[in-house]
């Protein structure tokens, strides 16, 4: 029972250059959560989506980041013309159907490196 | 060995004593909260978890205790092991089912 795969594991990028990560959530779930975690800090929420719905983008900076989760096939987290301040930690989490007392599940997450 | 959060983000404990971390919430509203572990490289683990009807709860090892007067959670670990050495995260789940994570508290256990 695979438990929630982001990739790539690594990414470096130059600034100015586009960077997807992806997120398959685990088996069962049909809820997508992003979040960022800079060196020495805590998870902070980005985005919240269901499949082919947004529910909560609160925590997305409002240009150059966007989400999105298909009908068919991975979560995307899309951050254009990178800037060296999004160098971090990129996690995804998985829940079954969003409910309020459930638990998150996390992937391994992407480490962002801008050049 | 005990945190008290923000103010102490590091603890060190011997092996095979207990460990006390630390959390303040902010969010009156919140009505589920959950410990996390982290090790160096790798995602959010879950440990336990509690709602806001209980005032504690217990798993192997672990015992999480909330107090909503004060708004104030803390996960106590029994019998310390080198393996329980990383970074312990609370989260607390506001409205609209997002959790929002502390800073988190790096505990290291000295063999």
């Known amino acids: 029972n695979a438990g929630v795969m982001q990739n790539p594991r690594h990414l470096v990028r130059r600034r100015g250059q ?6 398959s959530p685990m088996k069962g779930h049909s809820h997508v959560y ?16 269901q499949k082919e719905n947004i529910i909560d983008e609160s925590g997305m900076p409002k240009e150059r980041f966007s989400a999105e989760f298909p009908k068919e ?7 254009q013309q990178v800037v060296r301040g999004d160098s971090a930690a990129y996690f995804c989490a998985s829940s079954p159907s969003g409910g309020r007392d459930e638990k998150l ?6 480490q962002l490196s801008v050049l | 060995g005990e945190s008290v959060g923000l103010h102490l983000p590091t603890l060190s404990v011997q092996e095979g004593d207990n460990s006390i971390i630390n959390c303040a919430y902010s969010n009156s509203a919140s009505d589920y909260f959950i410990w996390y572990k982290q090790e160096s490289g790798k995602g959010p683990q879950f ?3 509690i709602r806001s009807n209980m005032d504690k709860r217990q798993g192997q090892r672990v015992t999480v205790l909330l107090n909503k007067t004060v708004k104030h959670l803390s996960l106590q670990i029994a019998a310390t092991q080198p393996g ?18 502390g800073t988190g508290t790096s505990l290291t256990v000295i063999p």
């Open chain 2, 84 to 101: 329980d050495s990383a970074v312990y995260f609370c989260a607390e789940n506001r409205i609209g089912n997002q959790f929002y994570f």
């Open chain 1, 73 to 79: 096939g991975p979560s995307i987290l899309r951050i």
């Open chain 1, 18 to 23: 586009e960077a997807r990560l992806r997120c």
């Open chain 1, 105 to 110: 599940f996390f992937g391994s997450g992407t």
């Open chain 2, 47 to 49: 440990i336990i978890d």
């Open chain 1, 34 to 49: 992003w979040y960022r975690q800079l060196p020495e800090e805590g998870l902070k929420f980005m985005v919240y989506l």
